[in-house]
């Protein structure tokens, strides 16, 4: 996506995001006057990687169009514990309601950004690009799938509607390897790509000798991965995909594949820590 593309959907996220918080209006927030200013910084609590600032600029300058935002750790830079991320200046009932659905976005995008860039390192070296899924919040896949670059790492097709990914259902309603993937053929000029998953190293053989360009190995043993890497020869983008772990990653990467696709990048995240301290100005 282009900067205009992540801001235009940052700001459609916040203004979804502010119907639902604020909806007609913050009650607790309009306690203080309405003119009144303030000053706020954002904090981390932990090491992360700082992800969602498009966001949390939405969300502030969506309520105070004037807010000033100093940003002091950029997108994409790793912060430490209780480093000051960014400083606001605006009108203080802005700041107090903006501040939940900044920090929202932020510790989400944060989150997956930072999980991604673990794998990446881990990786480092190999030819292996780590590759995210379809295991996404509903309504905020394309901010994760966002976060995920910021991480370092690559996505994979954004929905059904944009690739063609055959897995085992298909295989079998086709008719086998080689009829689903001649039939998938006719919708190739529509599809950034086509892959199919296999999961013996047969299978693998049929696919090549069908024209396969991109070949998904499932749940396949170091052994079989190894094997499977020689028998392709460079014909096929190898992903991996299933039971992939933190702690197997760097076997896998050295098989010699081209992709390790992760659900979990996504999908089981724990949230950064983030917290915003606001000072009255006089």
Known sequence: MTDNEVAALAQADVERALAEDVGGGDLTAG??????RARARILARETAVICGAPWAEA?????DPTMQITWHVAEGQRCQPDQVVLELEGNARALL???????????LLSAVATKTRTYVDVVAGTRA??????????????AQKYAVR??????????LHDAVLIKENHIAAAG?????LKAAQAVAAQAKFIEIEVETLEQLAEALDAGAKMVLLDNMPLPTLREAVRINAGRAILEISGGVTL????????????????GTLTKDVKATDFSMRLQELA
Do not use: C, W, Y
């Not at 690009?129 to 394309?142: A, C, E």
């Not at 910021?150 to 929905?159: A, E, K, L, M």
């Open 176 to 180: 086998g390897v080689t009829a689903v």
């Open 97 to 107: 309601s903006a501040e939940r659905t900044a920090l929202n976005f932020m510790q």
């Open 247 to 262: 702690a197997g990653l760097r076997e896998l990467a050295e098989t010699g594949v081209d992709r390790i696709s992760i």
């Open 129 to 142: 690009h780590i590759v995210d899924t379809r295991k996404t919040i509903p309504g905020l896949r394309l």
């Open 31 to 36: 306690l203080i006057d309405p003119a009144r």
């Open 59 to 63: 969300a502030l300058r969506t309520l």
């Open 150 to 159: 910021v991480g370092g790492g690559t996505n994979h097709r954004i929905g």
